[in-house]
């Protein structure tokens, strides 16, 4: 069955692209936001040369949301759905290969973006004259590690929307509000809201496994990312209920 979806997964031309975009945006971002961080950086001021090359996966994780609804509504949209249901009468099974296959797909995918990003955009610091970091720095390995894992938990929350919804549309509308807009309009929240926000809500506590400098105001890396998975679980769980109770 891992096998099946695995041929589905490489036989769709939108995953590929996604995964194309994801690689490419990530490296494009790592060096574009280095350069930009790098020409405002004063002596003295807190830095994280690690986190900053990898703070593309904030744009990426759209595209890692799109291939994880697209690896099941493609299926649904078309009707195949029923020919895999026919081949795979337990539906649960069958949910749990598509979506082990994606998350193994976009983590292969994730840490390399993660580490090209990290290559070129330390290289962009260093042209500038600014402190950058090395895969052998304290925390550096398990940033770029992490950026795999934020990108492949947001494929699964793609998925687990598109089985919720059944529609690409609104799986990745609902992706790019709840995990893109809401943290980047927190400061124009209350205060004890966009306090919570920025801490808690599970995509800007996941984005705490990049960083390699403590911040006394936010969540350690694991704590944060500890957030993001387990919202990732508990939405995919429901998405099993739902898809086992819907076409059982």
């Given at each position: ?92 099974r069958l949910l749990a290969a598509k979506a082990l296959v994606v998350a193994v797909t976009v983590l292969v995918a994730g840490v ?58 609104a799986a990745v509308t609902g992706v790019i509000v709840a995990a893109l807009l809401v943290p980047v309009f927190a400061n124009l ?24 400098v403590p911040d006394p105001l936010l969540l350690d890396p694991w704590p944060g990312f500890g957030i993001l998975a387990g919202t ?17």
């Open positions: 069955m891992i096998r099946a979806e695995w041929i589905k997964l490489r036989s769709l031309r939108s995953p590929r692209w996604s995964l194309a975009v994801l690689i490419g945006l990530n490296v494009l971002f790592g060096w574009m936001i280095a350069t930009a961080q790098a020409r405002q950086w004063t002596p003295g001021q807190a830095w994280d040369p690690v986190r900053v090359s990898l703070t593309g996966v904030l744009v990426t994780q759209i595209a890692a949301a799109v291939l994880g609804a697209l690896a099941f509504t493609t299926e649904t949209g078309s009707g195949t759905i029923r020919a895999s249901l026919a081949a795979a009468p337990r539906r649960g390399l973006a993660g580490l090209l990003a990290f290559v070129v955009g330390q290289a962009a610091l260093g042209d500038q004259g600014v402190p950058r970091a090395s895969l052998g720095d304290p925390g550096a390995v398990r940033a770029v590690v992490g950026a795999g894992l934020y990108l492949t938990a947001a494929a699964l929350l793609g998925m687990a929307a598109g089985v919720l919804t059944r529609s690409t549309t929240m209350p205060e004890a809201l966009a306090e919570f926000v920025i801490g808690y809500w599970p995509s800007a506590a996941g984005l705490r496994v990049l960083a390699t990732t679980a508990a939405l995919m769980t429901a998405a099993f209920v739902s898809f086992r109770r819907r076409d059982g």
